[in-house]
């Protein structure tokens, strides 16, 4: 876990340099003044913060990182390994943000810092240059995606896995490798991650048509709205059957739904991680793929990639495709937005639990910070979940407190992330549920993972996952149902009481 000695005030994180003459920042892409000077020292972002809760150190706050930043933009100080470990040591997930009066626009001004340390005052690194070369590389290319995920899954079976289970090769592997290999979910074959396989679970009269430009699903009867899907690079080839589930729904909901076959990764990782012109180009990319689609909205199912698209917008306010860019923005909505508000049919299926049938499916909510935090979007996930017939849901304590993922943090910052994880755990425990919805990717790999170490048998699932068990696939469809797929380590999937439509 990165630490930092308590003895640590605001600004003793650069006490050994002297104060640079003039503001640290250059002009590229700097933290805006007035958004630094926004800040008006309360506090109430200290509670709400979880290196503050865990570290009690004032630099390991909102209010201590944006002190340092001052203090880059005034001269006053200059970069130092101290500094730049406060920096790094934020989650990036926005709690902050809601509890503060003064509307602080605390992600934008820390991301902006990270891509000026990251151009002119981080050191080399072996790891930071691979994990820089995979996000540059890998993320904005589908098809590599395709062939890592494919990689991976060669590695989850027979001799490698094998191999990769045995004491002696988890010993000689760095930390971040063993747990990056044992959060990853089973990996499908690609055929089977392919959205074209939405098309034999649409209801009935529903149909796809797929073009040079990418995939189109049309409901049966007059479409109510018109979206584009982002598919998202990490939920297409790890969560593939989740992003089906969100398709098919949508459709059951009356939505015509446009998959554009240029759309690229969202760049919430480059952003966070300070790679500002990887995360404008992918955003450019984006901006372009969609402004063709003429739709209504603009959905995903993945809360980090939510927040991202909506920042696209600020990202690229002063770039020529700065237009193009608000208009994704603007549109953006959570799945879980949508079909709430377009509205889904009576649910087919009565959900049970899982060990016994007798009683109903007790279900807790996690608030991903991105999805509560970055969009503000509570209502309308819990709002579908108490729909469903057979569902109990319950409230889980703080279940918008960071589970400790945000994004890769859980494989560079692995102390404090699972600092934060057991908190989480330790809160799902008091619920007693069968089944915790967390629509987020990340937080679904690292909460999965912590959860079966602690041989707990409450399953991790996405909202859509649990709204399909409803809504099962075989009803009327032109192929069997299928179950949706369970994080890694999970118990299986909701039980439901009836596969047609339920009784009257």
């Not at 899954?153 to 896995?161: H, K, M």
């Not at 953006?332 to 709430?340: F, G, P, Q, Y």
């Not at 703080?398 to 560079?412: H, P, R």
């Amino acid at each position: 876990m990165s630490t930092a000695p308590a003895s640590h005030g605001p600004d003793s994180a650069s006490r050994a340099i002297a104060p640079a003459a003039r503001s640290w920042f250059d002009a590229e892409d700097s933290p805006a003044r007035r958004e630094l000077d926004t800040c008006i020292h309360c506090g109430l972002c200290l509670t709400a913060c979880p290196t503050y809760r865990t570290l009690k150190i004032e630099p390991d706050s909102p209010r201590g990182r944006i002190y340092l930043m001052r203090g880059l933009a005034d001269g006053r100080i200059a970069p130092s390994d101290a500094l730049i470990e406060h920096l790094d040591n934020c989650l990036d997930c926005r709690a902050c943000e809601t509890v503060c009066p003064a509307g602080v626009p605390y992600s934008r001004m820390l991301e902006a810092a990270r891509g000026q340390l990251n151009r002119r005052a981080l050191r080399f690194s072996p790891l930071r240059a691979l994990g820089e070369w995979a996000l540059k590389t890998l993320f904005p290319e589908r098809e590599r995606m395709h062939f890592a995920a494919d990689l991976l899954r060669l590695g989850q079976r027979g001799p490698i896995a094998a191999l990769m289970r045995s004491p002696a090769v988890r010993r000689m592997l760095p930390p971040f490798a063993v747990q990056g290999y044992d959060m990853t979910p089973p990996i499908l074959p690609r055929a089977e991650r392919a959205l074209e396989r939405v098309a034999s679970d649409l209801p009935p009269g529903a149909r796809m048509e797929s073009s040079p430009h990418g995939l189109a699903f049309h409901p049966a009867g007059r479409a109510r709205a018109r979206v584009a899907f982002f598919t998202s690079c990490v939920m297409e080839v790890m969560f593939p059957r989740a992003n089906h589930e969100a398709v098919r729904l949508l459709v059951l909901a009356g939505c015509e739904v446009a998959v554009p076959g240029d759309q690229t990764c969202c760049g919430a990782l480059h952003a966070h991680a300070g790679l500002r012109s990887c995360a404008k180009a992918l955003a450019r990319r984006n901006a372009s793929a969609f402004a063709a689609s003429g739709c209504d909205f603009i959905v995903t199912d993945s809360a980090g990639c939510g927040a991202a698209l909506r920042e696209c917008g600020h990202l690229l306010h002063d770039d020529e495709a700065a237009a193009a860019a608000a208009d994704l923005a603007r549109k953006v909505r959570d799945v879980s937005e949508v079909l709430a508000d377009v509205g889904l049919p009576e649910p087919a299926a009565k959900l049970r639990a899982p060990a016994d049938p007798a009683r109903p499916l007790r279900v807790a909510y996690h608030d991903p910070c991105h999805l509560a935090h970055g969009q503000g979007v509570r209502t309308p996930p819990r709002a579908l979940l108490r729909r469903l017939p057979g569902v109990e849901l319950t409230d889980l304590p703080n279940s918008d407190w960071c589970c400790g993922s945000a994004g890769v943090y859980s494989l560079t910052h692995p102390g404090m992330a699972d600092a934060q994880l057991a908190g989480k755990l330790d809160a799902i425990a008091q619920t007693h549920a069968d089944v915790v919805v967390v629509s987020n990717p990340g937080c679904l790999l690292h909460m999965a993972r912590g959860a079966k170490a602690r041989g707990m048998t409450t399953r991790m699932a996405h909202l859509v996952d649990v709204l399909g068990a409803a809504y099962p696939a075989g009803a009327g469809a032109t192929g069997p149902a299928r179950e949706p797929a369970a994080a890694p380590g999970a118990s299986p999937p909701p039980t439901a009481t009836a596969r047609g439509p339920a009784a009257s």
